[in-house]
């Protein structure tokens, strides 16, 4: 008969496409890895990967088991799931990732609060970019991400994605700045400006230089920092202005340091969206944390629907975006 545990590796050796790379995942020696495999395919008598210079393949009759492989990991993590009470865990943990605005700014808040009822469980947070994000989601390496990044280029086969939360943008002035008087600003009054501005290669950075080439407006970039809090920084002490969503200089705006000016007509607004991989069912950590945070993003609440949770991974499709 073939083991559960057997079948788990087979499954992190397909998810990462080398026995190497499952090694690291799985805390395991590369041989030892490689025995579980050959030992699953005596045990078939068939061959399930082919093997290459740049990592593993399916084969037909891997290609089979693995469908069969997600059927049955997808039930075994249902079935923990629904008899596992997280509040007689001695431990749990649950994996996020967010994009560094939500990192920074937001999680912690969340974690803090989640941890206020779940003390005996661990959140682990990680910051990085969206595409990073969604590749970490497909590999297994995290259960949640959190991200403002645009994803129509990204490919979504197995990764779904839910809007949580639209964030507008605010232009941001220090105390030196002749608009800190001002209660509103027009879009076409940030050309010419000095502004201070994410690195280039950032999505933040992509992102708001399009709205502003398709707005028609060029601004001045004086500086590029790769973390908000030097951009709020050099705001605060000069002359130019910077673009950001309100909860990244909430602190700033209650101790009279910053102030953010909202551009009339709201034309510039990000989406936040809670990410995950959509063959890889919820734990009961997970999904205790998606309860919670249902709270503040009444949005989750369509991923905590019994009956539509179970299936999700299987009918939601990889590009379909769930709308509040």
Known sequence: MISLYKLEIFAVVVQTGSFSAAAERLLMTQPAVSQHIQDLEAALGAKLFERGR??????????????????????????????????????????????????????PDWVQAFRQTHPHL???????????????????????????????????????ALELEVNEQFVIVGPKHPWWERSSVRLAELAGRGMVMRQRNSQTRIWLDGELQRAGVQVQVVAEFDNVESIKRAVAKGRDIAILPEYAVRSELEMGLLRALPVEGKPLQRTLKLVWNRAQPFSAVTRAFLRFLAREAPAVNALLDERRISRFGKSTSGSDVLRR
């Open 54 to 107: 740049r990592g593993v393949t399916l084969t037909e009759a891997g290609e089979t088991l693995h469908r069969y492989t997600q059927e049955i990991l997808r039930l075994v993590a249902e079935a923990e799931s629904a008899v596992t009470d997280v509040r007689h865990l001695a431990s749990g943990q649950v994996r996020v990732a967010a994009t560094p605005g939500v990192g920074v700014y937001l999680l």
């Open 122 to 160: 661990t959140v682990t947070v990680q910051t990085s970019i969206t595409p990073h994000i969604v590749a970490g989601l497909r590999r297994g390496e995290m259960d949640l991400g959190f991200v403002e990044g645009e994803l129509e280029k990204l490919d979504l086969d197995d990764v779904a």
